[in-house]
């Protein structure tokens, strides 16, 4: 559609209809999204240069956010924002750090936020680059973890795919 990848009208109309059409329940998931998004800045954070300096990141995230966006409006560009944080926090635990428990999370987030975004597929390809750029991410990017995560954002991105293939067929 010309709203762009479906996911995040999707899960608004899960509340929406739980409320029986009331939208209340939408105004809900603005602010769950800041909650997840400030948490995963932190985990990310407290990985990279701990605790104290992770909380200070989440100040200074919380201000930009404050005053730059209303705090109940919620959107595909409200929804990925947990998400890229959350694929962050797992690319650095995965490329930064060898983690390879973290590459499925990873990768259910990436084909997630494919589904919220069409800018996603500009921005996933950054922490690889990160990765080709490091001796260690070179080494963790050498396995076969990668391989399978790709498998598996493929598959979460198929449904947006073949609504783009009939949404073409048909018009």
Do not use: K
Not at 88 to 111: D, M, T
């Amino acid at each position: 559609t010309e709203f762009g990848p479906p996911l995040a009208y999707w899960l608004a109309d899960i509340p929406l209809r739980a409320a029986r059409n009331h939208i209340f329940g939408v105004y809900l998931l603005a602010p769950i999204c800041a909650v997840l998004m400030f948490r995963a800045i932190y985990q990310l954070g407290r990985h990279i240069v701990g605790g104290p300096q992770a909380v200070i990141a989440v100040l200074l995230t919380m201000t930009v956010t404050a005053f730059s966006t209303p705090g109940i409006e919620f959107g595909p560009l409200v929804l990925a924002r947990p998400l890229w944080a959350m694929f962050l926090l797992h690319a650095w635990l995965a490329i930064g750090q060898g983690r390879r428990s973290a590459w499925f999370a990873l990768s259910i987030e990436a084909g997630l936020l494919l589904l919220v975004t069409p800018q996603a597929m500009w921005l996933l390809p950054l922490p690889l680059l990160f990765g080709l750029a490091t001796t260690r991410g070179r080494r963790n990017l050498a396995s076969l973890d990668p391989f399978f995560a790709l498998l598996v954002i493929a598959v979460l991105a198929l449904p947006y795919a073949c609504l783009l293939y009939t949404a073409d067929a048909s018009g």
